[in-house]
């Protein structure tokens, strides 16, 4: 993907999910290729974890490890 730089860095984000086994691997990928990463937040327990990385135009991408069933299951309770 290619875009215009963005004035200033926010949280829109692109945001697309990945496989729990591939975490290490895409977060080590990530910083061989210098991006400034923002390794997960604070989350729910069960929600899943998510690196956070951007390059010098202020776009933003999150790979997020777990489903959204997975999310909803865990914030109705029903985990």
Excluded: Q, W
Aim: proline residues 3%.
């Amino acid at each position: 993907m290619e875009a215009e730089a963005l004035p200033a860095r926010s949280y829109n984000h692109f945001s697309t999910k990945m496989a729990e086994t591939d975490y290490g691997g895409r977060l080590a990928r990530i910083k061989a290729l210098g991006l400034e990463v923002r390794e997960g937040r604070s989350r729910v327990g069960g929600e899943g974890r998510s690196i956070c990385f951007g390059g010098p135009d202020n776009h933003l991408f999150e790979l997020h490890f777990g489903t959204l069933e997975e999310r909803l299951a865990r914030y109705s309770g029903k985990d």
